[in-house]
């Protein structure tokens, strides 16, 4: 059974920093991308970032593209998502996602079959 435990999220003013941590447990980590989506309130569930199973390719929505990192640790079997330069629009809940298929990533919300609990965001202005 996968198992993903989001951590890290709390309240920030904006310009500033976070990172939020998922642990994952149930099965290879390293077979597997891995991605960072995001829910505010009154509005659909966002792709925010994805990394490919080694690491070696990252993805970006348009609205987070220099500001956010997303990375991973194998060897932790964590992935990390890095926030910088935030701004109030960045509240959301913030869930770590992953797929049934090995290797593919995705930047579709809908194509991710495991998600975290998630873990809150709150960007004052």
């Known amino acids: 059974q996968v198992q993903l435990v989001e951590t890290g999220g709390g309240l920030v003013q904006a310009g500033g920093s976070l990172r939020l941590s998922c642990a994952a447990s149930?099965?290879?980590?390293?077979?597997?991308?891995m991605g960072w989506l995001r829910q505010a309130p009154g509005r659909q569930r966002e792709f925010v970032a994805a990394?490919?199973?080694?690491?070696?390719?990252?993805y970006y929505a348009d609205s987070v593209k220099g500001r956010f990192t997303i990375s991973r640790d194998n060897a932790k079997n964590t992935v990390y998502l890095q926030m910088n330069n935030l701004k109030p629009e960045d509240t959301a809940v913030y869930y770590c996602?992953?797929?049934?298929?090995?290797?593919?990533?995705?930047?579709?919300?809908?194509?991710?079959?495991?998600w975290g609990q998630g873990t809150q965001v709150t960007v004052s202005s």
């Open positions: 149930g099965r290879t980590f390293s077979r597997y991308a």
């Open positions: 996602a992953t797929r049934t298929t090995p290797l593919l990533v995705t930047t579709d919300p809908n194509e991710y079959n495991y």
């Open positions: 990394i490919t199973a080694k690491g070696g390719s990252t």
